[in-house]
C-alpha cells in the first residue's frame, strides 16, 4: 500500500515537475528506495535579485545543497559508516549567515581564484590593477567575486544522476579583469555517489581565468570538532613555496622529509605546529602528480570517527590545501557550531597562484575565442 502511494507521488511530481521549473524524476522501479530528485526552494534576496536553493538528491540519500548566491554549495550529507547521514561541509542555515564576512565557504571563486601580487599583471603589452584585498595581494577574485554575485541556473539531464548548471557572465572591466566572460559550472551528484563540478569559461578578450570551489570539509561533522585527527593524503611530490604574504617563490620544492609531505595518509594536525605559517597551519598549494591533463588523483581524506571518506580527483595542475587557519570562532554555522580555527579544510583544486605572474607555471590565461574546461570530482563513501 505504502509502495503504491510512494508510486503515485512519484508519477504526481514527476507529472508537477516541469510547471514547477523543476526536473524530477525517479531513477529506480524500487520507490521505496530514495530516488534521484532535484528540488528548487527561495533562499532569499540580495542586491535585490531573487536566490533559489537546488537540492541534488541520489538514489543512496546522498543530498547537496547549493545556493545560486555564488553556485555555493551549503550542505553536503554524506552517510558514515553506519549509514547515517551527515553534513560534511561549513556553511550556514540561511542566506544572512552568507551576508556576513564569510570566507568563501562553499562559494566558487575567481575569475582569478587564489592570489596575485599586490593585484597586478601585465597581458599583451597592457598593464592590469586589480582589487588588493588580502594584505598587499588579490584574493580570489576581488571586492565582489564570483563568490558573492548571483548566478542564473537551470536543472540539466543527465544520464546517471542529477545535475544543475549554474551561468554567470562577468563583465569585461568587472572587478579589473579584461573581457566578457561567460562562466558555466555544472554540479553533477552521480549514482557513484561522487559530485563532480564542470567548469567551461569562454571569452572575447584574453583574460586569466582560474576557478574553483571553496568547501570546508569536515568529514565527522563540525559539530562534532575539528579536523585535526582527520586523516590526508595528497598525490603530490612537491608544492609551491610562498613568502610571508603567501605568493609562491616561484620553487617547486619536493614535500619528502618536511611537514608538507601528505603523500602518506597523515593525520593533517600531526605537524601543524611545524609548518612556519601566521598563523599557523597550511595554506599552500601542491603540484599534483600528473596533473594538468586528464583527470587525476588529487587527494583522499578520511575522518576516524565516522569512517567518511573524501576521494578528490580534477584535470587542474595544482590544489590549495587550507587546514582552515583564519577561523577564529566568531562564525556560528549550522547546528550551532562556531567555526573555530581548523574546523574545516579545503582542498581548491586550481593553477597555481598567481601564475599570471610566472610564466614557469602553467598558464591559465584563457584566449579570446578559446575554451577553459576544467572538472573536480569529490566521491563520497565510508569504511
Ligand atoms: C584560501 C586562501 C587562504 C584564505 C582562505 C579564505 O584558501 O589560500 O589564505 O584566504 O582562502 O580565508
Not at 535579485?49 to 537546488?54: H, I, P, R, S, W
Not at 575569475?111 to 584574493?139: C, M
Not at 586523516?231 to 611530490?237: E, F, G, I, K, R
Not at 567518511?308 to 595544482?318: F, H, K, Q
Request: proline fraction near 5%.
Amino acid at each position: 500500500m505504502s509502495r503504491f502511494r510512494n508510486h503515485l507521488a512519484a508519477l504526481l511530481l514527476a507529472a508537477l515537475a516541469p510547471l514547477l521549473g523543476v526536473r524530477a524524476f525517479a531513477a529506480d522501479s524500487d520507490l521505496s528506495m530514495k530516488s534521484n530528485s532535484i528540488d528548487k526552494q527561495p533562499f532569499g534576496a540580495v542586491d535585490g535579485k531573487a536566490v533559489d536553493l537546488y537540492t541534488l538528491t541520489n538514489a543512496h540519500g546522498i543530498a547537496v545543497k547549493i545556493m545560486t548566491r555564488g553556485a555555493t554549495v551549503t550542505a553536503i550529507d554524506a552517510p558514515d559508516r553506519q549509514g547515517k547521514l551527515g553534513d560534511i561541509v561549513l556553511g550556514f542555515d540561511d542566506l544572512k549567515g552568507y551576508l556576513q564576512k564569510v570566507p568563501y565557504f562553499g562559494a566558487i571563486v575567481g575569475r582569478v581564484g587564489n592570489r596575485i601580487a599586490k593585484g597586478r599583471f601585465t597581458l599583451d603589452g597592457k598593464s592590469y590593477q586589480l582589487a588588493v584585498n588580502d594584505g598587499p595581494n588579490h584574493l580570489h577574485g576581488g571586492l565582489k567575486g564570483f563568490d558573492k554575485v548571483v548566478w542564473d541556473a537551470a536543472p540539466v539531464s543527465v544520464r546517471a544522476g542529477v545535475a544543475v548548471k549554474f551561468s554567470y557572465l562577468s563583465k569585461d572591466g568587472e572587478e579589473g579583469y579584461p573581457g566578457n566572460c561567460r562562466v558555466e559550472v555544472t554540479y553533477t551528484l552521480g549514482d557513484d555517489d561522487a559530485l563532480k563540478i564542470d567548469y567551461v569559461v569562454t571569452t572575447d578578450a584574453d583574460t586569466p581565468v582560474n576557478v574553483t570551489n571553496h568547501s570546508y570539509f569536515n568529514l565527522d561533522g563540525a559539530e562534532n570538532g575539528g579536523i585535526l585527527d582527520q586523516s590526508l593524503t595528497l598525490n603530490a611530490d612537491r608544492y609551491t613555496p610562498v613568502d610571508s604574504t603567501l605568493i609562491p617563490t616561484g620553487e617547486l620544492a619536493p614535500v619528502a622529509g618536511t611537514p608538507m609531505d601528505f603523500t602518506q595518509p597523515t593525520p593533517i594536525g600531526a605537524r601543524v605546529p611545524l609548518v612556519g605559517d601566521n598563523p599557523k597551519g597550511y595554506d599552500h598549494n601542491y603540484v599534483v602528480n600528473g596533473g594538468g591533463g586528464k583527470l587525476a588523483f588529487v587527494a583522499r581524506a578520511t575522518g576516524p570517527r565516522s569512517g567518511r571518506i573524501l576521494e578528490v580527483y580534477s584535470t587542474e595542475p595544482g590544489v590549495q590545501f587550507y587546514s582552515g587557519n583564519f577561523l577564529d570562532g566568531t562564525l556560528v554555522g549550522k547546528k550551532g557550531a562556531a567555526y573555530r580555527q581548523y574546523s574545516g579544510f579545503c582542498l581548491e583544486t586550481q593553477h597555481f597562484p598567481d601564475s599570471v605572474n610566472q610564466p614557469a607555471f602553467p598558464s591559465y590565461v584563457l584566449k579570446a575565442g578559446d575554451t577553459y574546461k576544467s572538472t573536480t570530482v569529490f566521491k563520497f563513501s565510508a569504511k
